[in-house]
């Protein structure tokens, strides 16, 4: 067996190569598009945080169950001790400047509530992250978007997924790295 598959590739790799028969003319035509970064997310074991780096961009999102109860705006105590080592890292690696905080919803409620609700999240850990934010030269900036920027769908297949809901529910903080 070995010896005829020798054969056949020696035969392969010597013979010379055959001309394309004349039928075979196409046009060739270039294919232009566009060139995407590839975003990586780090996300902790237990799904509750996830950060993710485009160019100096740092997200670092937190899920709202771990930060309120469910449709409050009041955290927790565990949520202060996460936004305590979230501000560590932004004290740590932030340029500066604006570090935006961005409430988000699923789509459970109507548009007006979930943007209130969103909003008023928002502005509860602004309220906190200002106590913990060390730089001067760092602005907060705190605005709700209720259920209009989702990260994963809430619905597939006409059904709601509440795994995908649950990563709605979050509350991200933007902020620009030292270069």
């Given at each position: ?6 054969l056949t ?81 932004v004290n ?88």
């Open positions: 067996m070995f010896r005829s598959l020798s590739l020696a035969l392969l790799l010597t013979s010379p190569p055959t001309a394309p028969p004349e039928s075979a003319n196409a046009v060739v035509e270039d294919l232009v598009l566009p060139v995407e970064d590839i975003i990586g997310e780090i996300e902790s074991l237990d799904g509750t945080e996830t950060e993710t780096q485009e160019g100096t961009q740092v997200t670092v999102a937190l899920t709202s169950d771990v930060l309120f109860a469910l449709d409050k705006w009041q955290l927790t105590a565990k949520a202060r001790q996460r936004l305590g080592e979230v501000a560590d890292k740590t690696e932030s340029a500066g400047g604006l570090v935006k905080i961005q409430g988000h919803t699923d789509d459970q409620g109507s548009d007006a509530y979930n943007r209130g609700l969103s909003q008023r999240r928002a502005q509860a850990v602004q309220q906190v992250m200002r106590g913990l934010l060390t730089g001067a030269d760092v602005t907060l900036q705190a605005q709700g978007y209720g259920e209009s920027r989702p990260k994963a769908p809430n619905i597939v297949d006409g059904r709601p997924i509440a795994k995908n809901r649950a990563k709605n529910r979050r509350v991200e903080i933007v902020y620009n790295v030292k270069q």
